[in-house]
């Protein structure tokens, strides 16, 4: 992940701990769309053009799967991971942990 990309991302890991909230981001880390993490896997089906998620929850497989069936390369960053994740070329996962002492 690019340096840049750490620092602006990290920036918003306070304010979304906690929140049970995603917030998606496009390659040029402009702010795409906020929902609450319930609705994060029907909102990554129903949208393109993300490059990072940040969310305050568990990266699934599930997750996973719907993100690397964009075909772009997308950075998944929850608080933990998930058990037994398989996973997949494109689909980069981080917690807000690395984050915030990148």
């Known amino acids: 992940m690019?340096?840049?990309?750490f620092d602006k991302?990290?920036?918003?890991?306070?304010e979304i701990?906690?929140?049970?909230?995603?917030?998606?981001f496009d390659e040029g880390l402009n702010e795409?769309?906020?929902r609450p993490v319930s609705?994060?896997?029907?909102?990554?089906?129903?949208t393109k053009g993300y490059k990072f998620i940040l969310f305050d929850g568990v990266v699934t497989q599930r997750l996973i799967d719907i993100t690397s069936a964009s075909g772009e390369e997308v950075y998944l960053i929850g608080v933990r991971l998930g058990?037994?994740?398989?996973f997949k070329p494109g689909v980069k996962v981080l917690t807000m942990e690395r984050l915030k002492h990148h």
Not at 2 to 5: H, K, N, Q, V, W
Not at 9 to 14: D, E, F, N, T
Not at 83 to 86: T, V
């Open 39 to 46: 609705e994060l896997a029907q909102q990554l089906s129903d």
């Open 2 to 5: 690019p340096a840049e990309a």
């Open 17 to 24: 701990e906690g929140t049970l909230m995603a917030v998606a």
């Open 9 to 14: 991302l990290s920036q918003y890991v306070s």
């Open 32 to 34: 795409l769309w906020r």
């Open 83 to 86: 058990d037994n994740l398989s």
